[in-house]
């Protein structure tokens, strides 16, 4: 796909798809972020899942920002989809107090460190079927991050609803997922590419993506389940290009202003309980 087609796509989905880059007090505190996520690379193996972490990386540190500027210290938070622990193993550095929930005992498999398991005090639950095994207004917030896009059989709204009732009154949701409406799905579509994953990995992988998110659908389903919009916005991570088609996504960045939103392929946001 050559420039000057890549921008008219740009510019014609800027009227439908409502998705900014993050806002001003997040890009400021962006950098030291991405300081203490390498700090964290640079002290810790990361096993079978070290390529993850790296193409992860800028990611995890959105997460952080929002963290720091949005959670009290010592928070206790509820990490679903916890493994491999990346991110929570960067919160416990960072003094708050994690509990992993996921969905079978398979994922055991993928930590780094079985010592990890113990220190997030992983469980087991489908989300899908089951209540979440805590009490009430049990948790100052809830990791919801690329979680959305495997939910199979449950209308999210209901799932949402349980994760607020394990919050509490001044709760929060830290939240990502694929944003569909992206460049690479479109190339992908050019070439002939399917956009799911490759029938190898889509049929029995415990990683399979279900459904992706346009933004505005993904934020109903909070406003459905009874959050408020603290922050949504869209970045960039190379996790959530379309295999097949990133290569000629990053031929394009950076001759492509980058605030555009199908240049933004994850959906980052924050939803509060009050």
Same mark, same amino acid.
């Given at each position: 796909m050559n420039t000057q087609l890549a921008m008219m796509l740009c510019e014609l989905a800027q009227d439908y798809i409502k998705l900014s880059p993050a806002p001003i007090e997040i890009q400021e505190a962006l950098p030291h972020a991405i300081?203490? $996520?390498?700090?964290?690379? !640079?002290?810790?193996?990361?096993?079978?899942?070290?390529?993850? &972490?790296? /193409?992860?990386?800028?990611?995890?540190?959105?997460? =952080? @920002?929002?963290?720091?500027? =949005? +959670?009290?210290?010592?928070?206790?938070? +509820? *990490? @679903?989809?916890?493994?491999?622990?990346?991110?929570?193993?960067? =919160?416990? !550095?960072?003094?708050h107090r994690v509990t992993g929930v996921n969905l079978n005992e398979e994922w055991r498999k993928t930590y780094p460190d079985p010592s990890w398991i113990a220190d997030f005090d992983v469980r087991e639950c489908d989300i899908e079927r089951d209540d979440l095994p805590f009490p009430d207004?049990?948790? *100052?917030? /809830?990791? &919801?991050?690329? $979680? +959305?896009?495997? #939910?199979?059989?449950? *209308?999210? @709204?209901?799932? +949402?609803?349980?994760?607020?009732?394990?919050?509490?009154?001044?709760? @929060? /949701?830290? &939240?990502?997922?694929?944003? $569909?409406?992206?460049?690479?799905? #479109? #190339?992908?579509?050019?070439l002939g590419k399917n956009i799911f994953w490759p029938e190898n990995i889509f049929y029995g992988s415990l990683d399979r993506h279900n459904r992706e998110w346009t933004p505005a659908e993904a934020q109903q389903v909070f406003v459905r389940a009874g959050f408020r919009t603290k922050h949504l916005y869209g970045m960039? *991570?190379?996790?959530?290009?379309?295999?097949?088609?990133?290569?000629? $996504?990053?031929?394009?960045?950076?001759?492509?202003p980058d605030d555009k939103a199908l240049l933004l392929n994850t959906i980052v946001g924050a939803f509060t309980v009050e």
């Open positions: 300081e203490q $996520v390498e700090h964290i690379a !640079k002290s810790t193996s990361f096993g079978t899942h070290a390529e993850y &972490f790296k /193409v992860s990386k800028n990611r995890y540190a959105h997460y =952080l @920002v929002l963290a720091t500027q =949005l +959670l009290p210290a010592n928070s206790r938070i +509820l *990490d @679903v989809g916890n493994a491999p622990g990346h991110f929570a193993h960067l =919160l416990t !550095k960072c003094g207004a049990s948790f *100052d917030a /809830v990791l &919801f991050t690329e $979680v +959305l896009e495997h #939910i199979a059989i449950t *209308d999210p @709204v209901l799932i +949402l609803r349980k994760l607020r009732r394990v919050l509490n009154a001044k709760g @929060v /949701v830290i &939240f990502s997922t694929p944003n $569909v409406c992206n460049l690479s799905n #479109i #190339i992908a579509l050019t960039s *991570d190379h996790s959530n290009w379309r295999l097949g088609a990133a290569e000629s $996504v990053y031929q394009l960045l950076g001759t492509l």
